[in-house]
């Protein structure tokens, strides 16, 4: 599985102009889907979104950042459908966060070394989790389907689901803290993030609501603070 003929997987030959206005509809999806699922009761997360609509990364690093992402993405599929589902990479200023599981070491050292080849990227964390082929088919199946039997493999997807939406919910609503900046996955319990934090403050609210989120069992963070 690769991308459709004549489309560069990695961005470089689209113009800025195509890449930033397809950005600019990806926000106002978003932010349309905030309001509309917004009551009264929610009227602060909506202006709390609009106002944090905004990164602290200049415009330059998001392209560069998307672009290595879709790098990613593409490389994972072509190796390997499943490892476009099984494995997550998020980008933050050129440091790139792998996370997700496989069921053998061979696979993930494929992984980061495919990303590493990529000159751009600055540096590579690698989270990627190894389990068992018997749970790595559960999870795989559950990311799929989200649907049939329960199985500890449904079971710990639906539960990394709930958990990151409830960090969503909290960092969202917190007026502290500019949740835009900052990127998480949950993967078996275990929550990782990468970003930048405003102040040394804003990352310890930040771990504090991760921490206090029901089923988190890990914290493992790659946020950097904001040079003074």
Known sequence: MGWPRGIDPDFQNIPDQIVRQALVRACAVGMALVIALGTGGCTTIVFEAAKKAREDRVTDH??????????????LADKDR????????????????????????????????????????????????????????????????????????????????????RISAQLIS??????????????????????????????KAVLEIVRATEGVSQIRSFVEVKPV
């Open 82 to 165: 499943n490892l476009f589902f099984d494995v997550n990479a998020d980008v933050w200023e050129k440091r790139v966060l792998l996370t997700g599981t496989v069921a053998d070491a061979r696979a993930r050292r494929d992984v980061v070394q495919m990303v590493h080849a990529d000159k751009r990227v600055l540096k590579v964390h690698d989270e990627i989790q190894v389990v068992s082929h018997e749970e790595q088919a559960r999870r795989s199946d559950a990311t799929k389907k989200k649907n049939g039997t329960p199985k500890e493999g449904i079971d710990r997807v639906v539960s990394d689901v709930w958990i990151e939406t």
């Open 174 to 203: 917190t007026s502290d803290i500019t949740s835009v900046n900052y990127r998480w996955r949950s993967v078996r319990s275990v929550v990782y993030l990468i970003g930048r934090a405003q102040s040394r403050g804003e990352l």
């Open 62 to 75: 998001q392209f560069t950042d998307t672009r290595i992402g879709a790098g990613i993405l593409s490389g």
